[in-house]
């Protein structure tokens, strides 16, 4: 049975902002609106590991199983949920007529085993065949990708240099009956595999072996989200909001960016620990910019101070659970000028005309041109600096960018049922012109299986809303 969440008021300026999210009504992790999903984990592999397990018993063991006397952690998500993520990547494996998939990025591993790792220079994986899932860690981690993971995990150690590559071998190896890679096809993520690594998995395996791409389909896969996912989407952009607000009451004149971006970040955090309290708690921040340092969507905080009459961009960005969503607003310490007033306006018109446009069975493309008239009509296309949107999921800045679906001129994709697509034009007007400084609104919208579509977001935007007294 599931229950929604009962949220208390934020006072946001003069708004009240109230937002629902959803959660299993047990409280484990999962959040769900599917009550017929078990929240069990996913039922351990029965075959037979070919590692040794934790202590080895010499100090060159090269890899070894260690599960340290623990427990599997609570997963994000039902192990119906990763079952059909498994099993949709084995049919693109029959698609491809591949024996094995070695994924190696972030967003993959994490996706199909529920395992983020820490790479921290060093190469990961996840070895899916037919039969199996198996993670391959460093034994620098202990027994935490264990626990993480829906499968099995193996640990490889730092004696020798090889060791990772023997036992990413050793896994394949049992794709093809323990003969080896020869005569072999294996998935690998081509668009984001180091040269040296595609090299290095060349020489692993016999010229006989294809080496296949699934980046690609793996992306496209990834674009249309469960219910689950969905789920956990929501409580995410709740969160979002509640940094927002916590950014917006902490902005006065001379407090410095980073101070006001801790504000936000740690009300965020404590947000997810709340709503996710068997999670791993990493990567959200918030990046608060005043001036001209918000002419870039993606720069760094300063210790710059807030001045009576700056322009200011607020983005709160939670990570729940590998998954990444986004709370983005403009807006200014004290009035306005009338010239930074018009731009924001225009920039908001964009913005509502976005969210209407994103309909089913529309290309985003056709909606990014759309965009383009309006910005055009009101004297700002020059100063548009990136595309209108993109998708979410596991993604973070350093992993996961799902390019498929992203509101630009040339992105052919069309809209459909599952997929979570942010609106979020941006103008930056150069120093030094009326009006100066970059302006962006940014919402999340979930496109549904009756095609509909539901804004998630629920911070207020605009001048009514977000002109901060001094």
């Given at each position: 049975?599931?229950?929604?969440?009962?949220?208390?008021?934020?006072?946001?300026?003069?708004?009240?902002?109230?937002?629902?999210?959803?959660?299993?009504a047990s409280g484990n992790l999962f959040s769900g609106l599917n009550a017929?999903?078990?929240?069990?984990?996913?039922?351990?592999?029965?075959?037979?590991?070919?590692?040794?397990?934790?202590?080895?018993?010499?100090?060159?063991?090269?890899?070894?199983?260690?599960?340290?006397?623990?427990?599997?952690?609570?997963?994000?998500?039902?192990?119906?949920?990763?079952?059909?993520?498994?099993?949709?990547?084995?049919?693109?494996?029959?698609?491809?007529?591949?024996?094995?998939?070695?994924?190696?990025?972030?967003?993959?591993?994490?996706?199909?085993?529920?395992?983020?790792?820490?790479?921290?220079?060093?190469?990961?994986?996840?070895?899916?065949?037919?039969?199996?899932?198996?993670?391959?860690?460093?034994?620098?981690?202990?027994?935490?990708?264990?626990?993480?993971?829906?499968?099995?995990?193996?640990?490889?150690?730092?004696?020798?240099?090889?060791?990772?590559?023997?036992?990413?071998?050793?896994?394949?190896?049992?794709?093809?009956?323990?003969?080896?890679?020869?005569?072999?096809?294996?998935?690998?993520?081509?668009?984001?595999?180091?040269?040296?690594?595609?090299?290095?998995?060349?020489?692993?395996?016999?010229?006989?072996?294809?080496?296949?791409?699934?980046?690609?389909?793996?992306?496209?896969?990834?674009?249309?989200?469960s219910d689950e996912e969905i789920a956990l989407m929501k409580n995410a952009?709740?969160?979002?909001?509640?940094?927002?607000?916590?950014?917006?009451?902490?902005?006065?004149?001379?407090?410095?960016?980073?101070?006001?971006?801790?504000?936000?970040?740690?009300?965020?955090?404590?947000?997810?620990?709340?709503?996710?309290?068997?999670?791993?708690?990493?990567?959200?921040?918030?990046?608060?910019?005043?001036?001209?340092?918000?002419?870039?969507?993606?720069?760094?905080?300063?210790?710059?101070?807030?001045?009576?009459?700056?322009?200011?961009?607020?983005?709160?960005?939670?990570?729940?659970?590998?998954?990444?969503?986004?709370?983005?607003?403009?807006?200014?310490?004290?009035?306005?000028?009338?010239?930074?007033?018009?731009?924001?306006?225009?920039?908001?018109?964009?913005?509502?005309?976005?969210?209407?446009?994103?309909?089913?069975?529309?290309?985003?493309?056709?909606?990014?041109?759309?965009?383009?008239?309006?910005?055009?009509?009101?004297?700002?296309?020059?100063?548009?600096?990136?595309?209108?949107?993109?998708?979410?999921?596991?993604?973070?800045?350093?992993?996961?960018?799902?390019?498929?679906?992203?509101?630009?001129?040339?992105?052919?994709?069309?809209?459909?049922?599952?997929?979570?697509?942010?609106?979020?034009?941006?103008?930056?007007?150069?120093?030094?012109?009326?009006?100066?400084?970059?302006?962006?609104?940014?919402?999340?919208?979930?496109?549904?299986?009756?095609?509909?579509?539901?804004?998630?977001?629920?911070?207020?935007?605009?001048?009514?809303?977000?002109?901060?007294?001094?």
């Amino acid at each position: 049975m599931l229950k929604l969440i009962s949220k208390p008021s934020l006072r946001v300026g003069n708004a009240a902002l109230r937002m629902g999210g959803f959660r299993g009504a047990s409280g484990n992790l999962f959040s769900g609106l599917n009550a017929s999903l078990s929240t069990a984990h996913a039922p351990e592999p029965s075959y037979s590991s070919p590692f040794p397990t934790y202590p080895p018993p010499n100090f060159g063991q090269p890899f070894v199983n260690w599960e340290n006397g623990g427990k599997k952690a609570t997963h994000t998500f039902s192990a119906t949920e990763m079952d059909r993520r498994v099993s949709g990547l084995r049919e693109i494996m029959k698609e491809k007529n591949l024996d094995a998939c070695v994924l190696t990025s972030y967003h993959n591993v994490k996706y199909f085993s529920d395992f983020l790792y820490c790479g921290f220079g060093r190469p990961y994986a996840a070895v899916v065949t037919h039969d199996n899932v198996t993670t391959v860690s460093a034994m620098i981690d202990g027994g935490q990708p264990w626990r993480r993971t829906v499968g099995d995990n193996v640990i490889f150690t730092d004696w020798n240099k090889e060791n990772y590559w023997s036992a990413v071998n050793e896994l394949v190896k049992q794709a093809n009956g323990g003969q080896g890679g020869g005569n072999m096809r294996i998935g690998l993520e081509l668009d984001s595999l180091p040269v040296d690594r595609y090299n290095k998995f060349s020489e692993l395996f016999s010229p006989s072996t294809d080496l296949v791409d699934v980046g690609e389909a793996t992306m496209k896969f990834r674009m249309v989200k469960s219910d689950e996912e969905i789920a956990l989407m929501k409580n995410a952009a709740w969160v979002a909001d509640v940094g927002g607000a916590a950014c917006k009451a902490a902005i006065a004149v001379g407090v410095p960016e980073h101070e006001i971006a801790l504000e936000s970040t740690r009300a965020m955090v404590r947000e997810i620990a709340k709503l996710y309290p068997d999670s791993e708690i990493m990567d959200t921040w918030t990046w608060f910019q005043s001036g001209i340092n918000t002419d870039g969507a993606h720069n760094p905080v300063t210790t710059k101070p807030v001045e009576l009459g700056d322009i200011l961009s607020l983005n709160c960005f939670p990570m729940v659970c590998g998954y990444y969503v986004a709370l983005e607003r403009t807006l200014f310490c004290g009035q306005p000028s009338d010239a930074h007033l018009k731009a924001w306006e225009s920039n908001v018109k964009v913005h509502e005309a976005g969210l209407k446009a994103i309909q089913v069975g529309r290309t985003c493309g056709e909606i990014a041109k759309e965009l383009n008239e309006i910005f055009a009509d009101e004297g700002l296309l020059q100063y548009r600096s990136f595309g209108y949107g993109h998708s979410f999921g596991v993604l973070s800045h350093y992993y996961g960018r799902e390019a498929g679906l992203e509101l630009r001129e040339d992105i052919d994709t069309v809209i459909k049922p599952g997929h979570v697509i942010s609106m979020e034009p941006m103008i930056a007007i150069p120093e030094g012109q009326p009006g100066a400084g970059g302006y962006r609104e940014h919402d999340i919208l979930v496109v549904g299986e009756d095609g509909s579509t539901e804004n998630i977001t629920g911070f207020p935007y605009g001048p009514e809303h977000n002109i901060v007294s001094a």
